[in-house]
């Protein structure tokens, strides 16, 4: 079965840093991994995703997250922070070798940005 | 396009009585539709999948005869919270698949949120 852990249920940074959001997963099949954005009682909203294409990929709001098979990783990140970024991020994956696929979520890491 | 909405979006129910929860695909057919509960400041658990036409799928854990899945259609999907408790006072979100289009994507809905009293 696959799963995902994130590292760090919250992240704190200042306007203008760099991001980082630690992702890590486990799957005996190939993954699909993605990144949800929930801002509070909202919702989810896809930030990007990976589907064996390009291991570098590049979402919506200036984030990026990059696949690395050898770390089972796919840390999200962004260059620069803005403050309209404090949300709830969630990792998932779902694995591609089923038809029954789902989708499974990580715990979540809550983002702060300090002025 | 792949939108999904869910009504109610918050519901107060009284304890003991049942709160239904439908879930729509508005431009897709879902042929595989999802529902998950997310608890105050955690992360969505899956509760359980359902095929257009079938029984619902359970996760383990999640009592099948309290929460009710039907998907009678390929764009409709209820989840029925029978007896509810204020244990039960959850965000409920539902997510949709057109495993013609595209086998791995979920489009989710908005939520919905029950309070129970």
């Known amino acids: 079965a696959q799963s995902v852990t994130q590292l760090g249920s919250h992240v704190s940074v200042s306007e203008g840093a760099l991001v980082l959001l630690r992702c890590n997963y486990s799957?005996?099949?190939?993954?699909?991994l993605f990144w949800y954005v929930q801002y509070p009682n909202q919702g989810l909203q896809l930030l990007l995703k990976?589907?064996?294409?390009?291991?570098l990929v590049k979402g919506i709001n200036g984030f990026e997250a990059e696949f690395k098979k050898s770390e089972t990783s796919f840390h999200l990140t962004k260059p620069s922070a803005h403050m309209s970024d404090a949300a709830e991020y969630f990792c998932a994956v779902s694995d591609l070798g089923s038809s029954a696929s789902k989708i499974i979520f990580g715990s979540g890491t809550r983002l702060s940005i300090r002025p | 396009g792949a939108v999904v909405s869910q009504h109610p979006s918050w519901v107060i129910c009284k304890s003991g009585t049942s709160v239904k929860i439908e879930c729509r695909s508005l431009?897709?057919?879902?042929?595989?539709m999802f529902w998950y509960r997310q608890f105050p400041k955690q992360s969505l658990m899956l509760m359980a999948t359902?095929?257009?036409?079938?029984?619902?799928?359970?996760e383990q854990g999640v009592e099948k005869d309290k929460f009710l899945i039907n998907h009678a259609s390929l764009t409709l999907s209820t989840l029925t919270v029978t007896s509810a408790h204020p244990e039960d006072s959850s965000f409920y979100i539902c997510?949709?698949?057109?495993?013609?289009?595209?086998?791995?994507?979920?489009?989710f809905g908005p939520g919905t949120r029950l309070t129970v009293t």
């Open positions: 997510s949709a698949r057109d495993q013609t289009l595209s086998p791995h994507e979920q489009y």
């Open positions: 359902s095929n257009e036409g079938s029984k619902a799928t359970y």
């Open positions: 431009d897709f057919q879902a042929t595989t």
């Open positions: 799957s005996s099949v190939p993954p699909y």
């Open positions: 990976y589907t064996s294409a390009a291991t």
